[in-house]
């Protein structure tokens, strides 16, 4: 059987067509293939800085939450050993005496104990405190700022001179933990006068908690 030439020329078209379909739908295959993969690696970029994004977020609210603590906590007080105008003279003592300063003039946070005459920290923080002490007439004074049973600071006078009254002071900036107590001692072998004046005074606050 023969085959004309239009029909061998017919054929050899369609066939070139159909080489030619195929081969652009294993081109268009690879390319789709290609633009699922790369939009997976953009996924997972995406969901990678959604993470990082989400774990600073946080990081920041636990600041927020902390400052937002920090402004809240205020922690301040002073006190006086006396507020009726009796005149009195406490000590001379054979030892150490721990002072207990009764009349409080403030105490927010109610973090200082008139009864023990201990400051206990309720937050960890930098924390200043100052003390005063009047001199009686014929002895000499000196107390201690202590913090946990170890002496911080100190102040000291003699008898004072034809004026007959004196005043001693110090004052210290600490780093305290939450429990620790500070309180002021008076030395062994000294006095404190106070007359209801008010001139006898301990007070502390809070500089800044970490």
């Not at 294993?26 to 800085?49: C, G, H, M, N, P």
């Not at 920090?70 to 301040?76: G, P």
């Not at 600071?153 to 004072?160: E, L, T, W």
């Not at 500070?182 to 006068?193: I, L, P, S």
Request: with cysteine; net charge negative.
């Amino acid at each position: 059987m023969m085959i004309s030439p239009k029909r061998i020329v017919f054929f050899c078209f369609f066939f070139s067509l159909c080489v030619a379909e195929l081969h652009g739908a294993t081109d268009s295959e690879i390319s789709f293939w290609d633009t699922v993969k790369d939009l997976k690696q953009r996924l997972e970029l995406t969901e990678a800085q959604v993470q990082s994004l989400k774990s600073q977020n946080e990081d920041l609210e636990k600041q927020v939450e902390k400052i937002t603590k920090e402004l809240k906590t205020v922690v301040a007080f002073t006190a006086t050993l006396q507020t009726e105008n009796l005149h009195e003279v406490i000590g001379p003592f054979p030892e150490d005496f721990t002072l207990k300063y009764e009349n409080v003039i403030t105490n927010d946070g109610i973090a200082y104990d008139p009864n023990t005459g201990m400051f206990t920290a309720p937050v960890k923080g930098v924390y200043f405190f100052t003390f005063v002490i009047f001199n009686p007439w014929k002895n000499a004074t000196g107390a201690k700022l202590m913090k946990n049973g170890e002496m911080v600071v100190s102040a000291s006078d003699n008898p004072p001179g034809e004026d007959t009254e004196d005043t001693t002071s110090n004052s210290v900036t600490l780093l305290l933990e939450p429990s620790d107590t500070v309180y002021m001692q008076m030395f062994a072998n000294r006095a404190v006068y106070t007359d209801g004046n008010r001139r006898n005074t301990f007070s502390g606050f809070l500089l800044s908690a970490k």
